[in-house]
DNA sequence: CCATTAAATTCAA
DNA sequence: TTGAATTTAATGG
């Protein structure tokens, strides 16, 4: 460890380089996907690579779009405050995906918020780069539209399962969500969250997550110590709501 | 919703 | 690596 110490000090001037796409490593995001396909590389070299502490907030709802944001490296959370200042988790994204696209067009503000979940690394595009982008290559076009789809999509499944699923359902769908997006690791769901997270995912409150998740302890069909998850039998987590079914797509 | 206690996480030495 | 300080979980009113 200690041997690396005069590289990180070479590289850890006030300045950090940017990330090349070119020896960008996440092969889930769509612009490395397209390296190949695009003809004009220059809104590339004017990207930004931003880096994000845990718990920072890199959108805040109201201020000017003027660019979107892809995310290298970490987890995210975007929310919407309602009127009584309650927080409405919109989605959690992950590498390689989008934030801040729904006001890429036309809407001049943010909506949402977004925070930092963990330490993370996102590359900022202008607005104005990405367009001319977009305009110029239509197979980058294209995957951008099926992103835009796929997100509507689970927009609309979500809307579905916060009006139809009881409360108990829809803590559940999420505990099915989260292990379906990000995975188990040692037996633990792969991203800490905390209940008030959970419970403005699944639109209801701390406490009732609390204790829902007392009562799915006791019948065995979760495990928690502190912010770690456990889901011992994936199925039997299934079973308790394969009555409405159809959970969220990842 | 709030208050209290138990538990877990963070942080700095 | 440890434990003190801070944050978060759990429960009952």
Do not use: W
């Not at 390296?35 to 920072?56: A, V």
């Not at 202008?126 to 689970?154: I, V, W």
């Amino acid at each position: 460890m200690s041997n690396l110490s005069s590289i990180v000090l070479r590289n850890n001037r006030k300045v950090a380089p940017n990330f090349s796409c070119d020896f960008c490593s996440n092969l889930n995001c769509l612009i490395k996907k397209n390296l190949d396909n695009l003809t004009s590389l220059s809104f590339i070299d004017d990207k930004k690579t931003i880096r994000c502490k845990k718990g920072q907030q890199f959108i805040i709802e109201g201020a000017p779009v003027n660019g979107l944001f892809f995310i290298l490296k970490g987890v995210v959370k975007v929310f919407r405050t309602g009127i009584n200042g309650r927080e409405q988790i919109v989605r959690f994204a992950k590498e390689g995906e989008i934030i801040g696209h729904r006001g890429f067009g036309t809407e001049e503000y943010y909506t949402i918020g977004a925070i930092a979940l963990q330490d993370a690394v996102l590359c900022y595009f202008s607005k104005d780069d990405l367009q001319q982008a977009l305009l110029e290559n239509p197979k980058f076009a294209y995957d951008m539209m099926l992103f835009y789809a796929n997100e509507l999509n689970k927009s609309e499944s979500k809307v579905k399962s916060i009006s139809q699923m009881t409360v108990r359902e829809r803590v559940i769908d999420t505990l099915l969500f989260i292990n379906r997006k990000f995975g188990e690791l040692r037996g633990f769901l792969n991203l800490p969250l905390s209940r008030k997270e959970y419970a403005d995912y699944a639109g209801t409150t701390e406490e009732q997550v609390i204790r829902i998740f007392s009562l799915l302890k006791k019948e065995g069909l979760i495990t928690a110590r502190g912010k770690k998850i456990g889901i011992p039998d994936l199925q039997n987590l299934k079973n308790e709501i394969s009555e409405h079914h159809f959970y969220l797509d990842s």
